[in-house]
């Protein structure tokens, strides 16, 4: 009997595990192109490349999973590089089409992690993700700019008097 309860332990453990090597946490950095907010999975870049390139202030957003969850409401986010800016902005696959982000000049779309498109009802606890249009002037090479910001971490009135606009949902990560 104390073997049986040492495996399960075991496996328990090991589930745990997998389950920690299946997320990525996304940070929130202020970048030294747009002097604005961007978004990075740790499993993109180390701490010291975005510090060397001049990125400050990391701060936790949130987890997002690095593998595809088993479910039917899975989307995939990708990091776009941004026209004219030398910046990126994440757009998950069901928001715009590849094809729309090359017609607008977008280009270097490289996978990021994965999302819920819709809240699940599997009786946990999700949060959602929204992307934000910058208001920047006719004229600025980042006018396209857009910011995602996690349920929570901001108000609407906050980032509306940031010069912010447009809120969109784009997906929906878990509470860990």
């Not at 589930?15 to 090597?21: D, E, I, R, T, Y």
């Not at 902005?89 to 999302?115: N, V």
């Not at 819920?116 to 934000?132: C, E, N």
Request: glycine share 4%; proline share 4%; charged share 20%.
């Amino acid at each position: 009997m104390k073997t049986l309860i040492l495996i399960l332990c075991l496996v328990a453990s090991v589930a745990g595990q997998s389950l920690a090597q299946q997320t990525t946490v996304v940070n929130r950095w202020v970048s030294p192109v747009t002097k604005d907010f961007m978004s990075y999975p740790e499993s993109a870049y180390t701490d010291q490349q975005l510090i060397s390139w001049g990125y400050t202030q990391k701060t936790f957003q949130f987890e997002a999973y690095s593998e595809r969850p088993d479910a039917d409401n899975v989307t995939v986010v990708n990091r776009w590089t941004m026209p004219n800016c030398k910046e990126s902005i994440l757009i998950a696959e069901h928001e715009i089409s590849d094809a729309q982000m090359q017609s607008w000049g977008y280009k270097d779309k490289l996978f990021q992690f994965y999302a819920y498109q819709t809240r699940p009802t599997d009786g946990r606890q999700y949060k959602a993700v929204f992307r934000w249009v910058n208001a920047k002037p006719q004229g600025d090479s980042c006018r396209d700019f857009t910011l995602t910001t996690v349920s929570g971490e901001y108000n609407d009135a906050q980032l509306r008097s940031w010069g912010y606009s447009e809120k969109r949902l784009q997906f929906y990560v878990p509470v860990f």
